[in-house]
């Protein structure tokens, strides 16, 4: 019986205290909701719907049935652009995984049996699983539209593997052609399905990253590790109020703006240290490459640092202690580092659920790196990603010092 | 030094204070006495320009407080009810960097830190963290703190409020070590033995009002001269409180709970018959204090309250 009572007030108190509630029901449903969204797919497709950039040169009736076909498709948006260069641009720069050009006389070729080299695929070599989903998609949109001209090779791979002996198969594609030459169809393909697309790369062998996988591990850990940081480093301003120390500061002759500013600088200084720290184990440990990429490196990992250091004296400013820092920051870090890329690619998300996450500071943090570390970008690459670093760092650190000044003298001083 | 004039501060539907006004003098201690509540916390807000006063003026060495809040802050060492240090940090650490902050450096930083952690007695164990001290240790560092950048006034408020008796002896001598060095000192308490001991003038104030200033002595002699006897019983005296009123009425007697209070001039003489009076109205008593004339008794005398109420 004493247990029981001991567990309702148990109860009660948790109930009454907010944060609890936050880490057992809201941050399981929140993380939850981000995965459902970004694995879930509803049991429909395994890719969410991806924009393609598509070229057509060729302008016959053929290519237009085969836009036609992939604006059917699910899983893609095509985006039509006139020219090669303008299509592959997007690619290049990561913002799309590939392009389909449709060079001249596809439509023609498709008629006799030799499209081979008339559809291009240009992709991005740093999306390797994403490229892979999607020719899979491209390729069941083209023979949907044109199953004649890809029946054949298809029913001969297909006969092929069931064991069936050669006279037989023969016999059967035979019968195969002269039923789409009676329905007035043109020849069938002699391309093999897997042959359909001729594929290749926009960034250079040489000029691309290696170890993506590891570089998105060792960035997404580190972005969301730093954000950690911060958080608990900002929540040090309240804990000095609560010790009495922040009022003794201020009874010296110091203003808030050169307290937050002191602590704004220690913080950036551990954030760089701890981006540093973990990128150089990983070199070490798992052969993350750092020499090739070191100067854009630095660059944003010193934005993504003070972006990072400028959150967590934010999120100290609009709280009342430091318990509300600590437990509003674990929720905020872990949604936005699920939003935002540090625990997968955001191309693993549906498109608005990317665009929600480009709202949090670590999908340009991740974005950046994304491209040293995948693409093998320089600084002119990611600018930006440093950019918009920069603008979050000095608007919510400077939101901060207003916010802290106006309430030091309100609360801190005269408690 | 410090100079206080009409000094009103409203509380919402509280008046905090109602009109403030003193002197301090150079070189002196100055106690502020009076018991929780009476504004004494609030009044040092103003001095070290926390809060603004709705009226009054004060200045600190001819500053105004809001006007030139930054010379004073310069002017002013400020010890706090609660401690207010870096817990990882050792006491050389501490005091060092509120040193820098008042622009105090190098050799005469270091003569600093040096004196204040010999005159409060932890120079020895000035490399260990602040953290691993006992309570009274860190109140002892948390005065030195307040001297760092040598202060021409200091301001104690309750500075040995929950301190056990030695480390309140310790907390005293610094005091005194800190006046004889010139530096002015105001000081508020609610503690009799304090401001008696220490303060060369003391204001009483109650409800925001100073109701009495002078040196302790001179209050003592002007206010209340007389002894206090206070006889404690087992019943209470509700019924019997008017019969008592009346009949020690040349004692301005007060009668609270199980107490009765007398101030009696040349009291141990009259105390045998005092007593014989008490027990023919049925009060008997479980004990009897004597208290020599003192600072409660002036408070009594213009309150009709005690100071610990």
Not at chain 1, 379 to 391: N, P, T, W, Y
Not at chain 2, 152 to 176: C, H, K, M, S
Not at chain 2, 220 to 242: D, G, M, N, S, Y
Request: net charge positive; glycine share 8%.
């Amino acid at each position: 019986m004493k247990s029981i009572i001991l567990a309702f007030n148990d109860l009660k108190l948790f109930f009454r205290d907010r944060w609890s509630f936050l880490y057992v029901a809201v941050l399981p449903i929140a993380i939850f909701t981000v995965l459902a969204l970004t694995f879930g797919g509803q049991g429909k497709s395994k890719i969410s719907e991806q924009p393609i950039p598509v070229v057509d040169l060729d302008h016959s009736p053929e290519s237009a049935k085969l836009i036609s076909a992939l604006d059917k498709a699910k899983e893609i948006e095509v985006e039509r652009f006139p020219e090669v260069e303008k299509g592959l641009a997007k690619v290049r720069k990561g913002r799309r995984v590939l392009a389909l050009v449709i060079e001249p006389g596809f439509g023609k070729a498709l008629k006799e049996g030799r499209v081979k080299g008339k559809l291009r695929v240009y992709y991005d070599p740093a999306k390797e699983m994403e490229r892979s989903l999607l020719i899979g998609v491209l390729f069941r949109a083209v023979w949907g539209a044109f199953p004649e001209e890809f029946v054949s090779p298809f029913a001969a791979s297909a006969m092929k593997e069931m064991g069936v002996p050669e006279e037989e198969r023969k016999r059967a594609l035979s019968s195969i052609e002269e039923y789409f030459k009676k329905k007035g169809g043109g020849k069938t393909s002699s391309l093999a399905a897997n042959e359909m697309f001729t594929t290749e790369p926009v960034v250079k062998k040489q000029k691309m990253g290696k170890k993506p996988g590891i570089a998105q591990a060792a960035a997404g850990t580190a972005v969301m590790m730093l954000l950690f940081s911060v958080i608990y480093g900002g929540s040090s301003i309240l804990r000095k109020k609560e010790a009495g120390i922040l009022r003794r500061l201020l009874l010296s002759p110091i203003s808030m703006g050169n307290i937050i500013l002191g602590r704004y600088l220690s913080l950036f200084v551990i954030g760089c240290v701890q981006l540093f720290t973990l990128f150089l184990y990983a070199n070490f440990a798992f052969g993350l490459p750092l020499r090739a990429h070191i100067l854009p490196l630095i660059v944003l990992s010193v934005v993504t640092a003070a972006a990072a250091t400028s959150f967590g004296i934010f999120l100290a400013s609009l709280c009342r202690s430091y318990r509300q820092v600590e437990g509003l920051g674990t929720l905020l870090v872990l949604i936005m580092s699920a939003l935002g890329g540090s625990w997968f690619p955001l191309f693993l998300m549906p498109r608005f659920m990317q665009k929600v996450g480009h709202f949090t500071f670590n999908a340009w943090a991740m974005d950046g790196y994304q491209e040293i570390f995948f693409r093998g970008g320089g600084i002119s690459d990611i600018l930006l990603e440093i950019a918009v670093l920069s603008a979050i760092a000095l608007v919510t650190v400077g939101i901060s010092v207003v916010v802290f000044s106006r309430r030091s003298f309100r609360e801190f001083l005269a408690q | 030094m410090l100079e206080i004039e009409g000094v009103k501060k409203r509380f919402q539907d509280t008046e905090a204070l109602k009109g403030v006004g003193f002197v301090l003098y150079e070189g002196e201690v100055f106690g502020l006495l009076g018991p929780n509540g009476a504004g004494k916390t609030t009044l040092i807000k103003i001095i070290t320009g926390l809060i603004p006063p709705d009226e009054g003026r004060v200045t600190v060495d001819g500053f105004d407080v809001r006007s030139h809040w930054e010379e004073v802050k310069r002017l002013l060492g400020i010890v706090p009810q609660e401690l207010s240090l870096y817990p990882g940090l050792s006491a050389e650490e501490n005091l060092s960097l509120f040193g820098k902050l008042y622009g105090v450096s190098g050799r005469e930083l270091k003569d600093r830190i040096s004196f204040l952690l010999s005159l409060v007695g932890l120079w020895e164990r000035r490399e260990e963290l602040v953290r691993n001290y006992s309570g009274g240790m860190k109140r002892r560092l948390n005065l030195a703190l307040a001297l760092i950048h040598s202060p021409n006034l200091l301001l104690l408020d309750e500075p040995t409020v929950g301190l056990d008796p030695q480390t309140r002896a310790l907390v005293y001598d610094f005091i005194l070590e800190v006046k004889e060095k010139g530096v002015s000192v105001l000081l508020t308490t609610h503690y009799i033995e304090e401001a008696e001991r220490l303060c060369d003038r003391v204001a009483i104030i109650d409800e925001g009002k100073i109701i009495a200033l002078a040196s302790p002595g001179e209050l003592i002699q002007r206010f209340a001269p007389e002894e206090l006897i206070e006889v404690e019983t087992e019943e209470e005296l509700v019924l019997l409180k008017e019969k008592l009123l009346d009949a020690f009425a040349s004692f301005s007697p007060l009668v609270v709970e199980k107490k009765v209070i007398l101030k009696v001039r040349d009291g141990r003489r009259r105390l045998p018959r005092i007593m014989a009076d008490l027990l023919s109205f049925g009060v008997s008593p479980t004990s009897i204090h004597f208290k020599e004339p003192n600072l409660e008794a002036v408070f009594l005398s213009f309150t009709g309250k005690e100071l610990r109420d």
